[in-house]
Protein backbone atom coordinates (compact mmCIF):
# COMPACT_ATOMS: atom_id res chain seq x y z
CA UNK A 1 0.00 0.00 0.00
CA UNK A 2 1.31 2.98 -1.30
CA UNK A 3 0.18 6.62 1.43
CA UNK A 4 0.99 9.91 0.28
CA UNK A 5 0.41 13.52 1.08
CA UNK A 6 -0.29 15.95 -1.66
CA UNK A 7 -0.76 19.89 -2.03
CA UNK A 8 -2.81 21.69 -4.12
CA UNK A 9 -3.42 24.86 -5.24
CA UNK A 10 -4.30 27.34 -7.73
CA UNK A 11 -4.46 30.87 -8.63
CA UNK A 12 -5.46 31.87 -12.43
CA UNK A 13 -9.56 30.86 -13.65
CA UNK A 14 -11.93 28.96 -11.31
CA UNK A 15 -9.26 28.37 -8.60
CA UNK A 16 -11.87 26.09 -6.24
CA UNK A 17 -12.94 23.93 -9.62
CA UNK A 18 -9.04 23.58 -10.23
CA UNK A 19 -8.61 22.39 -6.70
CA UNK A 20 -12.02 19.93 -6.98
CA UNK A 21 -10.81 18.71 -10.43
CA UNK A 22 -7.43 17.48 -8.64
CA UNK A 23 -9.58 15.73 -5.77
CA UNK A 24 -11.31 14.61 -8.56
CA UNK A 25 -9.23 12.86 -10.27
CA UNK A 26 -7.57 11.24 -7.79
CA UNK A 27 -10.78 9.59 -7.12
CA UNK A 28 -10.60 6.25 -5.30
CA UNK A 29 -7.44 6.95 -3.65
CA UNK A 30 -8.50 10.27 -1.70
CA UNK A 31 -8.82 9.45 1.80
CA UNK A 32 -9.05 12.70 3.36
CA UNK A 33 -9.14 16.37 2.04
CA UNK A 34 -8.36 19.33 3.78
CA UNK A 35 -10.33 22.65 4.09
CA UNK A 36 -9.16 25.24 1.20
CA UNK A 37 -7.19 28.12 2.25
CA UNK A 38 -6.48 31.49 0.95
CA UNK A 39 -2.88 32.26 0.80
CA UNK A 40 -0.49 35.45 -0.61
CA UNK A 41 1.72 34.23 -3.41
CA UNK A 42 5.40 32.81 -2.29
CA UNK A 43 8.11 33.77 -4.08
CA UNK A 44 6.98 35.18 -7.18
CA UNK A 45 4.62 38.28 -5.44
CA UNK A 46 3.02 40.15 -8.34
CA UNK A 47 0.24 37.22 -9.36
CA UNK A 48 -3.50 36.90 -7.25
CA UNK A 49 -3.91 35.20 -4.55
CA UNK A 50 -3.82 31.09 -3.76
CA UNK A 51 -6.40 28.27 -2.91
CA UNK A 52 -4.53 25.40 -1.38
CA UNK A 53 -5.14 22.38 -0.12
CA UNK A 54 -4.06 18.99 0.83
CA UNK A 55 -5.42 15.55 0.23
CA UNK A 56 -4.14 12.11 1.74
CA UNK A 57 -4.14 9.30 -1.08
CA UNK A 58 -3.50 5.86 -0.54
CA UNK A 59 -3.49 2.51 -3.30
CA UNK A 60 -2.10 -0.66 -3.41
CA UNK A 61 -0.73 0.02 -6.86
CA UNK A 62 0.76 3.42 -7.12
CA UNK A 63 4.13 4.46 -6.45
CA UNK A 64 5.36 8.21 -5.40
CA UNK A 65 6.40 8.20 -9.35
CA UNK A 66 3.07 7.39 -10.03
CA UNK A 67 1.34 10.34 -7.73
CA UNK A 68 3.81 12.55 -9.44
CA UNK A 69 2.55 11.37 -12.89
CA UNK A 70 -1.03 11.45 -12.19
CA UNK A 71 -1.33 14.91 -10.46
CA UNK A 72 0.98 15.99 -13.85
CA UNK A 73 -1.64 14.92 -15.57
CA UNK A 74 -4.21 16.52 -13.94
CA UNK A 75 -1.83 19.65 -14.31
CA UNK A 76 -2.03 19.22 -18.02
CA UNK A 77 -5.93 18.94 -18.19
CA UNK A 78 -6.19 21.50 -16.13
CA UNK A 79 -3.88 23.90 -18.60
CA UNK A 80 -1.01 24.67 -16.79
CA UNK A 81 1.67 26.50 -18.54
CA UNK A 82 4.95 26.76 -16.81
CA UNK A 83 6.32 29.98 -18.11
CA UNK A 84 8.28 31.52 -14.63
CA UNK A 85 9.41 28.99 -11.74
CA UNK A 86 6.20 30.12 -8.77
CA UNK A 87 4.68 32.02 -11.32
CA UNK A 88 1.18 31.88 -11.79
CA UNK A 89 -0.76 28.55 -12.32
CA UNK A 90 -4.67 27.23 -12.48
CA UNK A 91 -3.22 24.32 -10.83
CA UNK A 92 -0.17 22.82 -8.59
CA UNK A 93 -0.07 19.76 -7.42
CA UNK A 94 2.78 18.74 -5.61
CA UNK A 95 4.30 15.29 -3.55
CA UNK A 96 4.41 16.24 -0.12
CA UNK A 97 5.60 13.11 1.21
CA UNK A 98 5.21 9.26 0.40
CA UNK A 99 4.96 6.98 3.54
CA UNK A 100 8.33 5.43 3.48
CA UNK A 101 10.12 6.65 0.67
CA UNK A 102 13.33 9.23 0.43
CA UNK A 103 14.09 10.19 -2.55
CA UNK A 104 16.92 12.73 -4.11
CA UNK A 105 15.80 12.47 -8.16
CA UNK A 106 15.79 16.12 -9.28
CA UNK A 107 12.20 15.39 -10.20
CA UNK A 108 10.99 13.75 -7.32
CA UNK A 109 12.58 14.94 -3.79
CA UNK A 110 10.74 13.10 -0.60
CA UNK A 111 10.13 14.91 0.87
CA UNK A 112 9.35 17.85 -0.93
CA UNK A 113 11.70 20.08 -0.19
CA UNK A 114 10.04 23.47 0.74
CA UNK A 115 7.48 21.43 2.99
CA UNK A 116 9.00 22.66 6.21
CA UNK A 117 8.77 26.60 5.38
CA UNK A 118 5.37 26.59 4.15
CA UNK A 119 2.25 27.25 5.96
CA UNK A 120 0.23 26.44 3.14
CA UNK A 121 0.98 22.82 2.84
CA UNK A 122 1.43 22.45 6.82
CA UNK A 123 -1.39 24.49 7.75
CA UNK A 124 -3.91 22.21 6.01
CA UNK A 125 -2.18 18.85 6.56
CA UNK A 126 -2.04 19.50 10.55
CA UNK A 127 -6.27 19.61 9.97
CA UNK A 128 -6.56 16.52 8.10
CA UNK A 129 -3.51 14.83 10.42
CA UNK A 130 -2.53 16.28 13.17
CA UNK A 131 -0.37 13.73 14.60
CA UNK A 132 1.94 13.69 11.43
CA UNK A 133 5.61 13.74 10.84
CA UNK A 134 7.40 14.95 8.05
CA UNK A 135 10.27 12.53 7.43
CA UNK A 136 13.55 14.07 8.42
CA UNK A 137 11.93 17.44 10.19
CA UNK A 138 9.93 15.75 13.03
CA UNK A 139 6.05 16.58 14.04
CA UNK A 140 4.34 19.20 11.80
CA UNK A 141 2.50 20.55 14.73
CA UNK A 142 6.25 21.76 15.77
CA UNK A 143 7.08 22.87 12.15
CA UNK A 144 3.98 24.90 12.05
CA UNK A 145 4.41 26.78 15.56
CA UNK A 146 8.74 27.86 14.49
CA UNK A 147 7.14 29.48 11.98
CA UNK A 148 6.85 33.54 11.47
CA UNK A 149 3.80 35.13 12.60
CA UNK A 150 3.10 36.75 9.23
CA UNK A 151 3.71 33.36 7.47
CA UNK A 152 1.12 32.25 9.67
CA UNK A 153 -1.39 34.86 9.54
CA UNK A 154 -1.14 34.93 5.47
CA UNK A 155 -2.91 31.45 5.30
CA UNK A 156 -6.73 32.05 5.82
CA UNK A 157 -9.06 28.91 6.23
CA UNK A 158 -11.61 29.72 3.47
CA UNK A 159 -14.94 27.16 4.90
CA UNK A 160 -17.30 28.98 2.43
CA UNK A 161 -15.36 27.27 -0.37
CA UNK A 162 -15.87 23.65 0.29
CA UNK A 163 -14.05 20.85 -1.56
CA UNK A 164 -16.08 17.27 -1.67
CA UNK A 165 -14.75 13.77 -1.95
CA UNK A 166 -15.43 12.03 -4.48
CA UNK A 167 -18.51 9.91 -4.88
Known amino acids: MSRAVLSLGSNLGDRLAH ?7 F ?8 PVYETAPWGVT ?14 ADV ?6 RRGQELERAAERL ?3 RWGPRTLDVDV ?10 PELLLPHPGTPDR ?3 LIPWSVVEPDAVL ?9 ISALPAADLNSVQRRDDLPLHLPS
Open 63 to 68: DEWGWL
Open 135 to 143: PGHGPIAEL
Open 119 to 121: ATV
Open 27 to 34: AESVVAVS
Open 96 to 105: VTVDGVRGAD
Open 82 to 84: RER
Open 46 to 59: DQPDFLNAVIVVAA
Open 19 to 25: LQSAVDG
